[in-house]
């Protein structure tokens, strides 16, 4: 098991960027493909990245693709989430999650972080 926390969300304006983190702890960082999801209320926790076990492939979901870069240091046992431009649409609760194999499905993914708001104003 690993435990996942993450960090760096908060209230920004249309146009800014934040940079997310999730610092991994537990078994080998470097065993585990990661991936963000995102839940605005009242939606369903969509899929936003995803990142393979050594970083060399990554996966977006089309309303991030251009805007949002995941990124993995397995050094450091964190991955990343740079987000650009952001827009009042990308406001939501932010998860990072830990799977055995890289996927843009939420089912796959058996280890969760508690979350971290992103809040965008317009």
């Known amino acids: 098991q690993v435990q996942l926390v993450e960090s760096g969300g908060g209230l920004v304006q249309a146009g800014d960027s934040l940079r997310l983190s999730c610092a991994a702890s537990g078994r080998a960082f470097s065993t585990y493909a990661m991936a963000w999801f995102r839940q605005a209320p009242g939606k369903e926790r969509e899929f936003v990245a995803s990142?393979?076990?050594?970083?060399?492939?990554?996966y977006y979901a089309d309303s991030v693709k251009g805007r949002f870069t995941i990124s993995k240091n397995n050094a450091k046992n964190t991955v990343y989430l740079q987000m650009n431009s952001l827009k009042p649409e990308d406001t939501a609760v932010y998860y990072c999650?830990?799977?055995?194999?890289?996927?843009?499905?939420?089912?796959?993914?058996?280890?969760w972080g508690q979350g971290t708001q992103v809040t965008v104003s317009s």
């Open positions: 990142i393979s076990r050594s970083g060399g492939s990554t």
């Open positions: 999650a830990a799977s055995d194999f890289v996927s843009r499905v939420a089912a796959a993914f058996g280890s």
